[in-house]
């Protein structure tokens, strides 16, 4: 199975600097390539990072400043270019049709791709399938703008030593799992008594907003959860005048809502430390922390022990 992990491809706010192009995150999900908010340059970053556009399967929008969408005409052109052979799915707030449309037509080329629009309206799940539930939250923006949570559904892991004991093994192990039970010497074994607890996934995606009830329903119990800090604790007022948080305003969320891995983007290019960043962030978190660095590769945390 393919590695569950965030390539990011950007990470500078409104304007991009010397060593950070506008956003684009990429997450690898098993088969699954989701690309967020491709700004300005997404497509040579994806170059530079090792991402096909064959990669992408669904592109997820929270919002329609340029600095989350203005990367979109390259990307649908590439898809076409390469021809790519699988539907992408495009996901992004249903007020902002006119604004895709314009993207997507931004000049002319030669369509190919199957590109599918899917606007969201309002809060709930937006697609579903092996991967899991998709869900977006509104958020609270100057402009209408929604995060997106990706939900793996619970499950159960097969215990070696349990099918030992019952005495499953081999093709039986498979027949197990797609009927649910089975007669072994004359008892019925249920995958409940060969298996343990497997709990689900969850990545949250949360860019520019204030404080709100959608930051704290996505980021509830993430493994990994990406979010904006375009500001730190002492541009607190800045932070509210333009829909933004600060890094201190991301940890208190990651502390309260039980998140593993806390990745900070979206920076002003105000500040010339990143390091700053850092420091805010644990003094209410004490989960890990990464700033993220353009390039980058952050692996989704492996699975939460189960008690025993």
């Given at each position: 199975m393919s590695p569950r992990e965030l390539i990011v491809l950007g990470?500078?706010?409104?304007?991009?600097?010397?060593?950070?192009?506008?956003?684009?995150?990429?997450?690898?999900?098993?088969?699954?390539?989701?690309?967020?908010?491709?700004?300005e340059g997404?497509?040579?970053?994806?170059?530079?990072?090792?991402?096909?556009?064959s990669d992408v399967t669904r592109l997820c929008l929270t919002h329609f400043h340029g600095?989350?969408?203005?990367?979109?005409?390259?990307?649908?052109?590439?898809?076409?270019l390469d021809r790519v052979p699988h539907p992408v799915h495009s996901h992004y707030p249903?007020?902002?049709?006119?604004?895709?449309?314009?993207?997507?037509?931004?000049?002319?080329?030669?369509?190919t791709a199957d590109l599918r629009e899917e606007p969201v309206e309002r809060d709930g799940p937006v697609a579903?399938?092996?991967?899991?539930?998709?869900?977006?939250?509104?958020?609270?923006?100057?402009?209408?703008?929604?995060?997106?949570?990706?939900?793996e559904p619970d499950g159960r892991r097969m215990v070696r030593e349990l099918l030992a004991q019952f005495g499953i093994r081999g093709p039986l192990v498979g027949e197990l799992q797609r009927r649910g039970s089975l007669e072994v010497d004359g008892r019925t074994?249920?995958?409940?008594?060969?298996?343990?607890?497997?709990?689900?996934?969850?990545?949250?995606?949360?860019?520019?907003?204030?404080?709100?009830?959608?930051?704290?329903?996505?980021?509830?119990?993430?493994?990994?959860?990406v979010i904006e800090s375009t500001f730190l604790h002492e541009d607190r007022?800045?932070?509210?005048?333009?829909?933004?948080?600060?890094?201190?305003?991301?940890?208190?969320?990651?502390?309260?809502?039980?998140?593993?891995?806390?990745?900070?983007?979206?920076?002003?290019q105000r500040y010339d430390d990143p390091t700053r960043f850092h420091?805010?962030?644990?003094?209410?978190?004490?989960?890990?922390?990464?700033v993220a660095e353009d390039l980058v590769r952050v692996p989704v945390p492996a699975r939460r022990a189960v008690p025993a």
């Open positions: 990470t500078a706010s409104q304007v991009p600097t010397r060593r950070r192009n506008h956003n684009g995150y990429l997450l690898r999900w098993d088969g699954e390539g989701l690309l967020f908010d491709p700004g997404a497509q040579r970053q994806m170059l530079l990072a090792g991402v096909a556009a600095d989350h969408c203005l990367g979109v005409p390259g990307v649908v052109q590439r898809l076409s249903a007020s902002g049709r006119e604004f895709f449309a314009r993207l997507r037509h931004a000049c002319a080329f030669h369509e579903t399938g092996p991967f899991g539930m998709l869900e977006a939250r509104r958020l609270d923006h100057g402009v209408e703008s929604y995060g997106y949570r990706l939900v074994v249920r995958v409940a008594d060969v298996s343990a607890p497997r709990p689900g996934q969850r990545f949250a995606f949360v860019m520019d907003t204030r404080l709100c009830d959608g930051v704290y329903a996505l980021a509830d119990q993430a493994d990994l959860l007022a800045l932070a509210a005048d333009y829909g933004h948080l600060t890094a201190a305003q991301a940890a208190r969320v990651a502390e309260e809502c039980g998140v593993r891995r806390l990745v900070l983007t979206h920076f002003s420091h805010e962030a644990a003094e209410l978190f004490g989960g890990e922390i990464v």
